[in-house]
């Protein structure tokens, strides 16, 4: 049950940034954006594991939800 999620972040100072945003809010740094296959944005970013039953947050090497399961 779990899935990742990729979470856009500040390269510059490490800030987690908003989908939308075209500069971070702290660095003024601007997000890069690299145009994948057929027109997929990719973002610089961290994998965030989370549970695809409940949404919530988990840990790296976590398999279940502790609250799904």
């Not at 972040?9 to 490490?14: A, E, I, L, S, V």
């Amino acid at each position: 049950m779990v899935r990742s999620l990729i979470v856009p972040y500040c390269k510059n100072c490490g800030r987690k940034l908003r989908e939308e945003a075209e500069e971070c809010p702290d660095c003024g740094a601007k997000k890069i954006i690299k145009e994948g296959k057929e027109g997929e944005k990719n973002y610089t970013g961290i994998i965030v594991p989370y549970c695809k039953n409940c949404g919530r947050k988990l840990r790296e090497e976590a398999e279940e939800c502790p609250d799904c399961d």
